[in-house]
Nanobody, 120 residues
Framework: VQLQASGGGLVQAGGSLRLSCAAS????????MGWFRQAPGKEREFVTA????????YYVDSVKGRFTISRDHAKNTVYLQMNSLKPEDTAVYYC??????????????WGQGTLVTVSS
């Protein structure tokens, strides 16, 4: 499975961004998909994930109510809609694929990361 993340950028606090992660590979649609982020000097942390069918989603408490993960099987793409962004959301965001959803950054496949910068 190959993952290509895009959509990062610079936004003011309170603004919105939508990240995309395009997956390729014959079995890509059977994997759970997730987003992690890593701020400078910090460890990579779990943000959100969606199971293979799209029927279950999980979020870290700090983004609940602001971020929404979704997936489009026809396009083999996962989206992360980020609203009400805060400066503490600034990080490199990585999409990932794994056979099941775990919050540890031990997922099998990773995209290259896309930088999100939120200015105050």
């Amino acid at each position: 499975v190959q993952l290509q993340a895009s959509g990062g950028g610079l936004v003011q606090a309170g603004g919105s961004l939508r990240l995309s992660c395009a997956a390729s590979g014959r079995t890509a649609s059977t994997y759970a998909m997730g987003w992690f982020r890593q701020a400078p000097g910090k460890e990579r942390e779990f943000v959100t994930a969606i199971n293979w069918s799209g029927g279950r989603t999980y979020y870290v408490d700090s983004v609940k109510g602001r971020f929404t993960i979704s997936r489009d099987h026809a396009k083999n793409t996962v989206y992360l809609q980020m609203n009400s962004l805060k400066p503490e959301d600034t990080a490199v965001y990585y999409c990932a694929a794994h056979s099941l959803i775990v919050t540890a950054p031990v997922w099998d496949y990773w995209g290259q990361g896309t930088l999100v910068t939120v200015s105050s």
